[in-house]
């Protein structure tokens, strides 16, 4: 199911597939002019979804250079319209993920699709590649929370060295969920290969007023030349 979510069309179109009964796939598709080259999974942090501007803006600058987004909302969020997800949430909004990665394939038709995820949902993202090297051609992690605020003994990367799906992870220099310093040191133990892009002065959330006009086209011309090398 298809419908227009703006009359410009600019913010993309709503998307649904229920193929998976356990993982149904709700979020935005944005569409390319003409043949799209490669398809991009984006979704949202704990306490967002998938309407978060961060995703909106990134969705338009990988659309503007010819890739298809789909933009989707974790099962989580699905089921509820506020709040984090529960324990136990990892293996179905993962699902989600894998449910999402196909239907764009289904949708668009596109052979490389790609997953990027902010926050909770790129913890998830590359959960699920870990386990499941192969499903996507590489990561764009979003602000990965590395460690609770304030409490950096909490690492929640033991799947880390298991990671064989190269990642881009971006990360601002003022996130308390883990300096860019920790963030390197934790890259250290991923296999695949890895990128840092720091983004000075940006919090957890990335985009704000400073940079809302060219954050989005630095990341996807980064990400974009990532996978291409």
């Not at 009964?21 to 942090?45: C, D, N, S």
């Not at 999402?100 to 913890?123: C, E, K, N, P, Q």
């Not at 590395?146 to 996130?175: C, I, K, M, N």
Request: charged content about 20%; hydrophobic content about 45%.
């Amino acid at each position: 199911m298809v419908t227009d979510e703006s009359a410009a069309g600019k913010r993309g179109k709503a998307f649904a597939d229920r193929s998976v009964r356990e993982a149904p796939v709700r979020g935005f598709m944005h569409r390319p002019v003409g043949e799209a080259a490669a398809g991009m999974v984006l979704t949202h942090g704990a306490g967002s979804n998938c309407r978060a501007p961060l995703l909106v803006a990134l969705a338009g600058a990988f659309c503007e250079m010819g890739w298809a987004v789909l933009r989707c909302d974790l099962p989580f969020r699905q089921q509820r319209a506020q709040g984090p997800p529960a324990r136990g949430n990892a293996g179905q909004d993962q699902a989600g993920l894998r449910a999402a990665i196909d239907a764009i394939r289904r949708a668009t038709g596109v052979g490389r699709v790609f997953l990027g995820g902010h926050s909770y949902g790129g913890r998830q993202a590359s959960m699920l590649a870990a386990g499941e090297p192969g499903l996507a051609e590489a990561l764009l992690l979003l602000s990965y929370p590395l460690h609770p605020p304030q409490r950096p003994e909490v690492l929640p990367t033991p799947h880390f060295p298991d990671l064989r799906t190269r990642a881009l992870f971006v990360h601002g220099t003022a996130d308390g969920f883990g300096s860019p310093e920790e963030m390197r040191a934790a890259l250290g133990l991923i296999p695949a290969r890895t990128e840092l892009l720091v983004i000075p002065g940006a919090g957890h959330e990335l985009l704000s007023a400073r940079n809302r006009a060219e954050l989005p086209a630095v990341v996807a011309k980064t990400f974009a030349a990532f996978v291409a090398g």
